[in-house]
């Protein structure tokens, strides 16, 4: 295995690592705080759903007034409608970043790449240079569109549910978020499995990427030594091993989002077993346990995706490191010519 190749396991956050990879962001400045701006707005949007259904609720069906009720029912799809707007915005400009930067980056590498020394190439895996330049590079754009702005809006819709929570009801808040510590247990164990997994895919790209190129220019080594049969063993392996790769990854989804479906039920049955006391003696209202109910829902989905995107942005961040250790290599064939190519006779 190339020392380039080896999986980056249980680093501590590269903020200089971080730093290098904004630079590239520097040309899209206005595009990125516009995509800042949608999510930090689309945080506070979401809460105002919740909100205006436990207001239509309490003021307009417990207290029957038809018209009010139309009027709030149309400015709930009016805010949906918003919201989808936005939502497009956000996800369209998200991605549109994370490709016009991964662009950048493949081109900068790929002339880097050019002026190597020959030397380096016999001493490296071509493949390896085209993981690097393809693959690694498309981890990268995930930084952007599924990454660090990503999971800032998720952070801040989870404490401004929280807040909202906490404002209608403590009481009742406490009972919502009573499987939030397995919640996170359990999202801290698939976050650490997940990425695993996935330094294993991408080693294993890697090693499949190198082993194909490799035996395709050489093919004809590999046939006039009779090495069909024994190459052929060699990639079935390596095919296994990006197979099982992938196989305990899909397990960990597998187990983990089942998971959070139970607690969050569990977490809603506390809240209409909870709520219904409090609806009977008079100290909750049939929306505040709408409210609840809404948001319960809308909670354990940023968590549940939180632990993911953190290892989308943490397998970007270790693609990056790998592809900014070939653009720091040192083999540049010098250009210190004099001639200029009018003065050449050709002869």
């Known amino acids: 295995m190339s020392r380039q190749d080896k999986p980056i396991a249980g680093k501590a956050f590269d903020l200089k690592l971080f730093r290098r990879i904004f630079a590239y962001?520097?040309?899209y400045k206005v595009i990125f705080i516009l995509c800042m701006f949608t999510t930090i707005l689309l945080s506070f949007l979401t809460i105002a759903r919740p909100l205006l259904v436990a207001y239509t609720i309490d003021n307009f069906v417990v207290k029957p007034n038809m018209n009010m009720l139309l009027t709030m029912?149309?400015?709930?799809i009016g805010l949906l409608i918003v919201e989808a707007v936005?939502?497009?915005?956000?996800?369209?400009?998200?991605?549109?970043?994370?490709?016009?930067?991964i662009r950048d980056m493949r081109v900068k590498i790929f002339r880097h790449i050019i002026t190597f020394r020959t030397k380096y190439f016999d001493n490296t895996p071509i493949g390896l240079l085209v993981t690097r330049t393809i693959s690694d590079i498309e981890a990268i754009a995930d930084i952007f569109s599924q990454g660090f702005i990503v999971i800032t809006g998720d952070i801040l819709t989870l404490a401004i549910f929280i807040a909202a929570m906490f404002w209608m009801n403590w009481e009742l808040t406490l009972w919502a978020l009573a499987t939030l510590p397995l919640l996170l247990f359990s999202a801290y164990i698939f976050k650490n499995a997940v990425k695993h997994a996935f330094q294993d895919v991408r080693t294993a790209v890697a090693h499949l990427n190198t082993f194909v190129q490799e035996h395709i220019t050489g093919m004809n080594i590999v046939q006039i030594f009779n090495r069909e049969k024994v190459e052929m063993e060699k990639f079935k392996k390596i095919n296994a091993e990006h197979r099982a790769a992938n196989i305990r990854a899909v397990w960990s989804y597998s187990v983990f989002f089942p998971v959070v479906e139970i607690l969050a039920a569990t977490s809603i049955g506390l809240v209409v077993w909870k709520g219904g006391e409090e609806i009977f003696s008079g100290a909750a209202t049939p929306g505040e346990i709408t409210f609840f109910i809404m948001l319960v829902n809308m909670f354990f989905r940023p968590i549940r995706m939180l632990a993911d995107r953190v290892n989308v942005l943490q397998m970007g961040m270790v693609a990056s490191e790998r592809v900014f250790k070939v653009m720091d290599i040192n083999s540049v064939i010098d250009s210190v010519g004099k001639k200029a190519a009018k003065d050449i006779q050709g002869n």
Do not use: E
Not at 73 to 76: D, R
Not at 93 to 98: K, P, V
């Open 25 to 27: 962001v520097k040309p």
């Open 73 to 76: 029912t149309l400015v709930m």
């Open 86 to 101: 936005l939502n497009f915005i956000n996800d369209y400009y998200t991605s549109w970043l994370g490709q016009n930067i």
